[in-house]
């Protein structure tokens, strides 16, 4: 049964496991230095679908469909499937999903979903109401800039801060303890901080502070020091954003993570000759990192533990219009090799 460690972390004593991931991606990521570790690059950004939305639904698709593949499981045998995109409802994931035939649960965290959607996953199934779970999330740089910027025709000048949507889908399947698979070990829900930041293109400095909060929280509550840990990841503050993650953690907790910390913004593009500035961002960033090179080096247990702290940015289209300034929420997820 889950349990509560200090304030707000939950330790999860039967540790569920990873037995299935996927993570497939567009041209410019598969362009990127992750090439090697995507299960699948699709050359074709609409996929072979009319629209945008509709290719991002198939994005998250084939995501779940390769994950459940690896798991020997079909979806009859999954109790829920927790997803979530960018776009309004939760479309990308609703429609993508909704042939699988399988409980599902919308989620929206923004770019942080890959890491709530872990969470809620495991904590479930680690307190008995679930034996298995799905957990997804997706983004497609096309229809994230028709809903939250300008049509693409526009061509829009991007500032320095500014980062590119990952075009990509992640997906993880999850199980009550099975030996020989990746572990979720404790989760930790993240706080709303907000410290007024209102430039869009801006999202890294948005999650930062929401980012060291969670970070602070968890190794407060575990009697942690970043040394405990192989990986740090956040995701996807980009270059700007990690950053100010960093100065703030010393700062405001005299936690340096400079030494273990990495940023799935700043890993799935080569920032020196892709042209994507501060790096990536969009749900599908962490999800396609994640759901690939990391869980990947954590089987292979090249990688023995790592906490992922995915970021989001809480924004809406009518949020921006009406003067709103941009809240970051942050989630964190152990995993372990073992």
Same mark, same amino acid.
């Given at each position: 049964?889950?349990?509560?460690?200090?304030?707000? !972390?939950?330790?999860?004593?039967?540790?569920?496991?990873?037995?299935?991931?996927?993570? $497939?991606?567009?041209?410019?990521?598969?362009?990127?230095?992750?090439?090697?570790?995507?299960?699948? &690059?699709?050359?074709?950004?609409?996929?072979?679908?009319?629209?945008?939305?509709? %290719?991002?639904?198939?994005?998250?698709?084939?995501?779940?469909?390769?994950?459940?593949?690896?798991?020997?499981?079909?979806?009859?045998?999954?109790?829920?499937?927790?997803?979530?995109?960018?776009?309004? /409802?939760?479309?990308?994931?609703?429609?993508?999903?909704?042939?699988?035939?399988?409980?599902?649960?919308?989620?929206?965290?923004?770019?942080?979903?890959?890491?709530?959607?872990?969470? #809620?996953?495991?904590?479930?199934?680690?307190?008995? %109401?679930?034996?298995?779970?799905?957990?997804? !999330?997706?983004?497609?740089?096309?229809?994230?800039?028709?809903?939250?910027?300008? =049509?693409?025709?526009?061509?829009?000048?991007?500032?320095?801060?500014? /980062?590119? !949507?990952?075009?990509?889908?992640?997906?993880? $399947?999850?199980?009550?303890? $099975?030996?020989?698979? =990746?572990?979720?070990?404790?989760?930790?829900?993240?706080?709303?901080?907000?410290?007024?930041?209102?430039?869009?293109?801006?999202?890294?400095?948005?999650?930062?502070?929401?980012?060291?909060?969670? &970070?602070?929280? *968890?190794?407060?509550? !575990?009697?942690?020091?970043?040394?405990? *840990?192989? #990986?740090?990841?956040?995701?996807?503050?980009?270059?700007?954003?990690?950053?100010?993650?960093?100065?703030?953690?010393? +700062?405001?907790?005299?936690?340096?993570?400079?030494?273990?910390?990495?940023?799935?913004?700043?890993?799935?593009?080569?920032?020196?000759?892709?042209?994507?500035?501060?790096?990536?961002?969009?749900?599908?960033?962490?999800?396609?990192?994640?759901?690939?090179?990391?869980?990947?080096?954590?089987? +292979?247990?090249?990688?023995?533990?790592?906490?992922?702290?995915?970021?989001?940015?809480? #924004?809406?289209?009518?949020?921006?219009?009406?003067?709103?300034?941009? =809240?970051? &929420?942050?989630?964190?997820?152990?995993?372990?090799?073992?």
């Amino acid at each position: 049964m889950p349990k509560r460690i200090g304030r707000y !972390t939950i330790y999860l004593q039967n540790r569920p496991s990873i037995t299935g991931n996927a993570a $497939v991606v567009g041209k410019k990521e598969g362009e990127g230095p992750l090439s090697q570790e995507f299960d699948k &690059i699709h050359d074709d950004e609409f996929l072979g679908k009319e629209t945008f939305e509709k %290719a991002e639904s198939e994005l998250v698709k084939d995501a779940v469909t390769r994950a459940l593949s690896k798991a020997d499981e079909t979806p009859e045998d999954i109790d829920c499937c927790f997803s979530g995109d960018l776009l309004n /409802q939760c479309i990308g994931s609703s429609f993508g999903l909704r042939e699988f035939g399988m409980p599902f649960s919308g989620l929206y965290g923004a770019c942080s979903t890959m890491a709530l959607s872990l969470a #809620l996953s495991a904590t479930l199934i680690d307190s008995g %109401a679930l034996e298995s779970a799905v957990a997804s !999330t997706s983004s497609h740089f096309c229809s994230a800039e028709r809903q939250y910027r300008n =049509p693409l025709e526009y061509g829009g000048q991007r500032p320095p801060a500014a /980062q590119w !949507t990952v075009t990509g889908a992640g997906a993880a $399947v999850l199980k009550n303890s $099975v030996p020989d698979n =990746p572990r979720v070990n404790a989760v930790i829900f993240g706080k709303i901080r907000d410290l007024g930041i209102t430039d869009t293109n801006n999202m890294g400095a948005a999650m930062a502070p929401a980012a060291a909060e969670t &970070i602070s929280a *968890f190794l407060n509550d !575990t009697h942690t020091v970043p040394s405990d *840990f192989d #990986l740090i990841l956040t995701g996807d503050l980009g270059k700007v954003g990690s950053d100010i993650l960093k100065e703030l953690l010393i +700062k405001e907790n005299n936690i340096d993570i400079s030494k273990v910390h990495n940023d799935c913004g700043t890993m799935i593009y080569d920032l020196d000759t892709q042209d994507v500035h501060s790096g990536g961002s969009g749900c599908g960033c962490s999800a396609s990192v994640l759901c690939s090179y990391i869980i990947n080096k954590l089987r +292979k247990k090249e990688l023995k533990r790592v906490l992922f702290v995915g970021t989001g940015a809480l #924004l809406s289209p009518t949020s921006s219009l009406q003067g709103e300034s941009v =809240p970051g &929420i942050a989630h964190g997820v152990l995993l372990t090799s073992d």
